[in-house]
Nanobody, 116 residues
């Protein structure tokens, strides 16, 4: 079965950095685009970044452009989100997502808190 397991979240001060990881299993990782989303308390879920299957194409939410970088390792079946220059408004639960024909899968999420 499809599994997505995120890690790397935590508490960081404004201006700091974190690297999130999402390890995937149960599907052919190398042929699927992968997406990071986030959801802050009381807000709707927001698409953060998406990467194509081969990793050659990426897109970002305007709010994170220039600060976040999405990447993937198709040997390790892992997608990453490098987050730099973090701001308090980046505080949220971050989840990875994949769409396999007929169904959308989500990980359990990892909490990122940006606070001094």
């Amino acid at each position: 079965q499809v599994q997505l397991v995120e890690s790397g979240g935590g508490l960081v001060q404004p201006g700091g950095s974190l690297r999130l990881s999402c390890v995937a299993s149960g599907f052919t990782f190398s042929i699927r685009a992968m997406t990071w989303y986030r959801q802050a308390p009381g807000k709707e879920r927001e698409l953060v970044a998406v990467i194509s299957a081969a990793g050659g194409s990426t897109n970002y939410a305007d709010s994170v452009k220039g600060r976040f970088t999405i990447s993937r390792d198709n040997v390790k079946n892992t997608v990453y989100l490098q987050m730099n220059s973090l701001k308090p408004e980046d505080t949220a639960v971050y989840s990875c997502n994949v769409v396999v024909p007929g169904r959308t899968y989500w990980g359990q999420g990892t909490q990122v808190t940006v606070s001094s």
